[in-house]
Nanobody, 119 residues
Framework: QVQLVESGGGLVQPGGSLRLSCAASGSIFSIYVMGWYRQAPGMQRELVAAITSGGSTVYADSVKGRFTISRDNGKNTVILHSHNLKPEDTAVYYC?????????????WGQGTQVTVSS
């Protein structure tokens, strides 16, 4: 089993920044993809960014140039740095683990952390 614990969400003004962190524990193999997805009210869950163990990344078009994903394989953590946040970034952000490629999520999800961008 794999457990994912997220932290770092909150309320931020438009143009602000947040750092989301996710720590994985349990039956961890660093070869798997780690990523962040988000879900706004009434919307489907969507990819924000994902990263392979080798550092290859994919980003949603809506966050390119504003968000950066990174991971520490030794600590089994994935970080999402978000800058120039916009109201449309408001959503529950979920950490994901276990994918074998960048095209689809893995089977393990965190509990989610709320990000609200509002003045």
């Amino acid at each position: 089993q794999v457990q994912l614990v997220e932290s770092g969400g909150g309320l931020v003004q438009p143009g602000g920044s947040l750092r989301l962190s996710c720590a994985a524990s349990g039956s961890i193999f660093s070869i798997y993809v780690m990523g962040w997805y988000r879900q706004a009210p009434g919307m489907q869950r969507e990819l924000v960014a994902a990263i392979t163990s080798g550092g290859s990344t994919v980003y949603a078009d809506s966050v390119k140039g504003r968000f950066t994903i990174s991971r520490d394989n030794g600590k089994n953590t994935v970080i999402l740095h978000s800058h120039n946040l916009k109201p449309e970034d408001t959503a529950v952000y979920y950490c994901n683990f276990g994918g074998v490629g960048l095209g689809a999520p893995g089977p393990y999800w965190g509990q989610g952390t709320q990000v609200t961008v509002s003045s």
